[in-house]
């Protein structure tokens, strides 16, 4: 079994380096959120733009 844990100089688990690497992944984590998120958003007001004018079209 291969050993890929880090530690630190005294030879303990280093757990400063894993809580940064969590900080890390969650930031990734909630910048795909908010990229998906915005481009709801933008779907959504895009459609809800193109919906409104063929209602308009089509009434006059």
């Known amino acids: 079994m291969k050993n890929d844990l880090k530690y630190d100089a005294f030879g303990n688990l280093d757990a400063d380096y894993y809580v940064e690497k969590a900080y890390e992944l969650r930031r990734e984590y909630y910048a795909e959120i908010a990229k998906k998120m ?9 459609n809800l733009s193109a919906s409104r004018s063929l209602k308009s079209a089509s009434q006059h």
């Open 38 to 46: 915005t481009a709801s958003v933008k779907a959504f007001f895009a």
